[in-house]
């Protein structure tokens, strides 16, 4: 009898494995599909002229097969303690980014460490699950200036956080890179890192070109700290070399559009005599013909 019982519940756990089997498959028969996982990143960075800029990039997907998510509302929150502020709602562009900008004057909650949580979350659709993520990052007082000791040059940097009653903390051991703008890049020229003042010093270098005045923008900047995001600032100064970017007209080359004049003339002297022994050519032949006729 204990044979049976086992042999009739294995039978049982085989047909309810069968039935959930054929359940999902009508389930997907009918037109329900597994929806996609769905993942955001999201960065916290503050701009050198105290704009907030919050970005966030919805993706879905399984491992190596993920795919932007385009014209899907993403919220953006923002959090401390009991008290939270819905900051915006803004679709995903053809990229899946989403990219909030906050202006300076505006004040998140903060707890009484000055920390904001802020979120990013997508409450999904039919086709995609849902998904948030969030940053927790404090407000960076972040300056630059620039002195002169002893004829050597020096970009100091100040880092502190504000405190929610407007306190600034002295941030030290903060890593910052220093570098000066170039066309379409910044020009890293050192690292440096904040003492116990929460200040730090570079010596700029005596080599670096700058505008038709020697102008230059200096940049510091921090990467995606844990506490504060991304913060940058900058400053201009004329510590460059000057060098002037006024377009002048090419001097004549073979690879520009006025040639040489030394080719110019040699053209000239070459085609000048194809045409001279053209021409002589022509009158030796008459003249051989009229000479030709007269002995006929």
């Keep these: 009898m204990g044979i049976i019982k086992i042999n009739l519940l294995n039978i049982r756990l085989v047909v309810a494995i069968i039935m959930i089997g054929m359940t999902g498959l009508c389930f997907r028969a009918n037109g329900q599909t597994e929806k996609e996982r769905t993942r955001i990143k999201l960065y916290f960075s503050k701009l050198p002229d105290g704009v907030k800029k919050i970005t966030a990039g919805l993706i879905a997907g399984k491992g190596k097969d993920m795919h932007p998510v385009a014209n899907v509302e993403i919220q953006f929150t923002a959090s401390a303690g009991d008290s939270t502020v819905v900051l915006a709602s803004i679709p995903t562009d053809g990229d899946g980014m989403s990219i909030l900008n906050i202006e300076s004057g505006y004040v998140f909650p903060t707890d009484d460490e000055g920390k904001t949580l802020i979120e990013a979350s997508y409450k999904g659709n039919d086709q995609y699950r849902k998904s948030s993520n969030d940053v927790e990052v404090a407000d960076l007082s972040f300056e630059i200036s ?25 941030v030290e051991e903060l890593d910052i890179t220093i570098g000066v703008t170039r066309l379409f890049s910044i020009l890293p020229i050192g690292e440096i890192e904040t003492d116990e003042n929460g200040v730090a010093k570079l010596e700029f270098p005596n080599d670096i070109p700058g505008d038709s005045i020697g102008a230059v923008t200096a940049v510091a900047r921090i990467e995606d700290h844990d506490d504060y995001g991304t913060v940058a600032q900058q400053g201009k100064i004329n510590w460059g070399i000057p060098v002037s970017y006024a377009l002048k007209p090419l001097p004549r080359k073979l690879w520009t559009d006025e040639a040489p004049l030394w080719m110019i003339f040699s053209v000239f002297i070459i ?6 022994h053209f021409f002589l050519s022509i009158y030796k032949l008459n003249k051989i013909r009229k000479i030709k006729e007269e002995y006929a």
Excluded: R
């Design 271 to 276: 085609l000048t005599g194809a045409w001279y």
């Design 146 to 170: 620039f002195e002169t000791e002893d004829s050597i040059k020096y970009i100091y940097v100040s880092a502190h956080q504000v405190m929610p009653d407007g306190e600034k903390i002295p």
